[in-house]
Nanobody
């Protein structure tokens, strides 16, 4: 059974930092592109960052967010610095193995940026 469990969300002031974690189980972690997506109220889910053969960031988070992964711990992280009000969203962890058309999602963790 595949599980992606996010943690680290919470309430933070503008300009602050948070670090999200996603622990994966039930998959061969190294074989997957891991990513973070987010969905703000009333908006569509959007890609934030992905980590596979290359690392990709949304333009809106470049220079502020850093995705990293620890393959030994089956965990992917998202370090978020200089947070803005518009970063408020539910953040979802994603695992994709395109060659086998496998795509898994976590349940999400809420990040609220507010003064």
């Amino acid at each position: 059974q595949v599980q992606l469990v996010e943690s680290g969300g919470g309430l933070v002031q503008p300009g602050g930092s948070l670090r999200l974690s996603c622990k994966a189980s039930g998959i061969i972690f190294n074989n997957y592109v891991m990513g973070w997506y987010r969905q703000a109220p009333g908006k569509q889910r959007e890609m934030v960052a992905t980590s596979g053969g290359s690392t990709i960031y949304a333009d809106s988070v470049k220079g502020r967010f850093t995705i990293s992964r620890d393959n030994a711990k089956n965990t992917v992280y998202l370090q978020m610095n200089s947070l803005k009000l518009e970063d408020t969203a539910v953040y979802y962890c994603n695992a994709v193995r395109s060659s086998l058309r496998l795509n898994y999602w976590g349940k999400g963790t809420l990040v609220t940026v507010s003064s």
